[in-house]
């Protein structure tokens, strides 16, 4: 028996073609600001303002100031050291508390892990102040321990990964289990290997949340030498009132890498994402 057809051929047409305008509506919206920042960089300062998306005299002086006259490349580095210590760090934290909430079997485990999960409604504008207080007790003001301890801790990762340890098979573990192996050498030789697809996904995203963090190393770093990125492209504004084109400069040195990142790595990403179950 045929099927129903819902829509004629023309309505089905019509149809298609109204979901391309509007996707491709969305997307130029999406990589308009995108240009325009490039746009901006390359542009002199009487021509920041101006409407033409190509330059009337690209130049180069813009990305040569970021560079040469700002400790720019200093900042890089520290948002670089921050992203990577609070990835990894957080992973292997992340991982072993996933793991123990999904498999162990503890008195509190329940009201443990919803705790934790209420800690997602949040946001770090209402904890800032008690957590300054905190840091700034400990003496780790203006130092790496203040930017990298505190962005550590996050409810995000740990639910993702109890969630994905909960769909894992406890066959294999019940294996390992007949082979001597203990939690840790479970943890380590059976559930981490089978985690390489959701640990993936949360290292693009942990190093991303990292690399763009602007509210809280604002808050405890006066120090320059320890300004990341993007305190260091908000210092251009304070600064300078008019320099745009600085501006847009830095931003485009700051996207660059993650960007070329994300092309050679596109495949892995989209893999993990939809691997992990991550929406």
Known sequence: MPRPHFFAPSQARLLQFVWMAVSAVLAAMTLFPLFWMVSIAFKTPAESFSPNMIPAAPTWQNFIYVLTEVPFLRYMFNSFIVSATVTVVALLFHSMAGYALARLRFPGREAIFLAIFSTLLVSLPVIIVP???????????????????????????????????????????????????????????????????????????????????????????????????????????????????YMMAASTIVALPMLILFVIFQRQIMESIKTSGLK
Not at 166 to 172: G, K, N, T, V
Not at 234 to 240: E, K, L, M, T, W
């Open 131 to 245: 957590l300054f207080i905190v840091v700034k007790t400990l003496g780790m003001l203006n130092s790496y321990a203040g930017l990298i301890v505190p962005a550590i801790f996050n409810a995000f990762g740990i639910f993702l990964l109890r969630q994905y340890y909960l769909s894992l098979p406890r066959e294999l573990e019940e294996a390992a289990v007949i082979d001597g192996a203990g939690y840790w050498r479970i943890y380590w030789s059976v559930v981490l290997p089978l985690s390489r697809p959701i640990l993936a996904a949360l290292t693009i995203l942990f190093f991303l949340a990292n690399w763009n963090s602007f509210l809280w190393p604002l808050t405890i770093t006066a120090d320059q030498n320890l300004w990341v990125v993007q305190v260091g492209i908000a210092n251009f504004q304070s600064q300078y009132s008019a320099a745009w084109n």
